[in-house]
Every structure is written in C-alpha cells, then in structure tokens.
C-alpha cells in the first residue's frame, strides 16, 4: 500500500489548519515546510505508540522506589559534591 503525502508551506497550513489535519487523520502524511527551519510532518497519532518502552518504564519505577527508600531513610542522602565524585 502507498502512502500519500502533501507538502505545505507553514503559511499555507496555518490559512487550512482543520482541512490539513482532517487530511492527516484520513492517513495523508502532510509535511509543513517553514522557512530556514526544520519542516515538521504532520500525521494521524494511531501512526506512532506513544506508549513508554519496558526499559523506561522499569527505570522509573527503579528510581521511584528509591525515592521511596531515602524518605525512609534506608537509603543515605547524599550531598551533590558526593554524588558528582561518584560519577
């Protein structure tokens, strides 16, 4: 299956906002180029998993049980002089 995909100026865009974003949530991927910046691609969100990955997820919940740990004191606070040696 082909993609379709449009490219706009941002002045173009911004003059059709609802008629560019109704285009990307029927599947058109639609690049607004801008002048002497990034260009940006606008697409539909189901496109993408915004979901965090099993490493982050599993990092936060690490770092939140440490917390956890220093509030009770079953982990030392330490100064950012002591921690900056550590690194």
Known sequence: ???IMIVVSSSTFRNS???YMDMA???VDVVVT???RPSVVLAAVQKFDLSPSR???????K???EVKDM?????LA?????????L
């Open 71 to 75: 509030r009770q004191n079953k982990i």
């Open 1 to 3: 299956m082909t993609s």
């Open 34 to 36: 801008r002048n002497n």
């Open 25 to 27: 949530a029927n599947g």
């Open 63 to 65: 770092a939140l049980n």
């Open 17 to 19: 906002q609802s008629k």
């Open 55 to 61: 490493d982050i997820t599993g990092n936060l919940v």
């Open 78 to 86: 330490k100064s950012a002089k002591d921690f900056i040696d550590e």
